[in-house]
């Protein structure tokens, strides 16, 4: 059957078809950073968690996903990135089906890391066999709206599907769900998306730095996500924080001296590579933690079930799809990748302002709905243009070593942001029940300096676009050099097109 639809699929057709399939498998990974969510409650009353452990099911997920990244996008740069895509595909279905069978805290902890691993491996691949496969503007444009689409709203969209499955079916189901997808897609993959190109010229693996840089960062998640647990200055959090950075110190040095370093330090000189994962890392601080906050929000203070929660984050999904059928690429061709990551970035710290106003008693329409309508319409305002201008100028030899960097900043930020916002609204919290506030106010309370400080990330990050990523268009340089696209020479990507 497979043979017989990809018989019919050719040329052009094919790559649109092999984007939708490689968007696909982003989207069912994206989901499970946040399906999880609206079901722990059932997962601890069924398996026995305690509170601490149950943290590990989502920590669990985001160490090994975190952590992974850069050595993934670099392996799929020497090895091809379809067979890494396919392999953590591959992965992420497996684990899906262990943790979906899981009856133990030990074995859904266990197949949560292995998702995560599946996950990082895959993901790095995605965003580089875009690139690679659209090298013309608009083409481009396009493929990169869908795929800003599944990763800005998957967090949205996984609190629905969560809250669906666990209240109609059970909560394994967020799992197993996984599987006829994963399959599928691998099926599909294999016969659509094509192999890219793989350095040559004795580029080995640097097992050294591999080891380095994925243990630092390892070290490094893990102290972010248990901070809240153990405290922000406490010993555990400051060792392990400590020791992540002397091993990332030790990895810069190791690279430097490499001929071919698994991480080669000129990729931070690309144009705005760097500075796009810095607002990245203050936009998704801020706004990330609404995911967590605005649940917990909605569950204990207005008493959402879990179907209900994601039903209330639908208006921030469909303003993200809407800005993603094109809107924002149009917009960007006219005024500039800046220019609208700026209005997006206002949009978000406008919303994050008003969520933390919003009276411990309220209703859902127009308060809580007007801010999730701003929160859709600022980030599908600033996925699309970040992402543009940190691929824009990156060598094709380097694409999937940058998509675990672009990657990378989004998933640590996340981490952040959800650990360091949701320790400050518990804390918060605690003094104003201490202060006799009733328990409800005390909790908005919490919720609301959260968030306060959530729209300062992200104003700094508006900030820094318009002092750092503020480029001039060159409308000479508006197509690809597709002879520079075979020599692996940066592709000067630009959107500002007649």
């Keep these: 059957m497979i043979t017989i639809l990809t018989s019919l699929i050719s040329g052009e057709r094919r790559r649109w078809v092999a984007l939708a399939v490689v968007c696909m498998g982003q989207l069912m990974m994206v989901l ?9 409650p059932s997962m601890q009353r069924d398996l026995g968690f305690s509170q601490a452990n149950l943290a590990w099911v989502v920590d669990a997920y985001m160490i090994a996903f ?14 091809g990135r379809k067979r890494m895509f396919l392999i953590g595909l591959v992965m992420f279905t497996l684990a899906s089906v262990g943790c979906g069978f899981a009856d133990g805290q030990g074995v859904l902890i266990a197949a949560r890391f292995v998702q995560g691993l599946g996950g990082a491996v895959a993901s790095a691949a995605v965003l580089a066999l875009l690139i690679t496969e659209f090298p013309r503007p608009h083409e481009r444009a396009i493929a990169m709206s869908v795929y800003t689409f599944i990763v800005s709203s998957g967090g949205s969209i996984g609190l629905l599907a969560g809250g669906v499955l666990t209240q109609a079916v059970s909560w394994h189901w967020i799992f197993f769900i996984n599987v006829p997808i994963g399959i599928l ?4 993959g294999r016969v659509l998306i094509n192999e890219t190109e793989r350095l040559e010229g004795g580029h080995g693996i640097d097992w050294i730095g591999s080891l380095l840089v994925t243990v630092a960062l390892m070290l490094g998640v893990y102290a972010i996500v248990k901070a809240s647990q153990y405290g922000w200055v406490s010993a555990h959090t400051l060792g392990f924080g400590a020791a992540a950075l002397a091993l990332l110190g030790v990895f810069v040095a190791v690279e430097a001296r490499l001929t071919n370093p698994m991480f080669p330090l000129r990729i931070l000189k690309v144009p705005g590579l760097a500075a796009s994962s810095v607002v990245r890392g203050f936009l998704v601080t801020g706004m990330f933690s609404t995911f967590l906050l605005g649940v917990l929000y909605l569950q204990h203070v207005h008493g959402y079930g879990a179907l209900r929660t994601g039903l209330a984050f639908l208006p921030l999904t469909l303003m993200l799809g809407l800005l993603s059928v094109g809107v924002t690429a149009r917009l960007m061709e006219r005024f500039g990748a800046s220019q609208v990551l700026v209005a997006g970035l206002v949009s978000i710290t406008a919303a994050l302002v ?16 007007g801010p999730f ?29 940058a998509s675990g960097i672009v990657n990378a900043s989004l998933q640590i930020s996340a981490a952040i942001g959800t650990a360091a916002l949701g320790t400050v609204a518990a804390e918060r ?26 729209a300062g990330a992200v104003a ?38 007649a």
């Design 429 to 454: 919290a605690k003094v104003l029940s201490r202060l006799g506030q009733h328990p409800l106010q005390a909790l908005t309370g919490g919720f609301h300096l959260a968030w306060a400080i959530g």
């Design 66 to 79: 975190g952590s992974f990244l850069l050595l993934a996008g670099r392996l799929g740069d020497l090895l």
């Design 460 to 497: 700094v990050g508006a900030l820094i676009t318009l002092i750092w990523l503020r480029k001039p268009a060159r409308p000479d340089e508006a197509e690809v050099d597709v002879t520079r696209l075979e020599d692996h020479e940066p592709a000067d990507f630009q959107l500002e097109v």
């Design 354 to 369: 008003l969520l933390s106003r919003l009276p411990a008693q309220t209703s859902y329409l127009p308060a809580i709905f």
């Design 32 to 40: 499970d950073a946040t399906i999880v969510n609206v079901a722990l």
């Design 373 to 401: 309508v701003l929160l859709g319409l600022g980030a599908g305002l600033s996925f699309l243009p970040l992402t543009t201008i940190a691929m824009a100028d990156v060598p094709l030899g380097d694409a999937g070593l």
């Design 185 to 188: 897609t691998f099926a599909l």
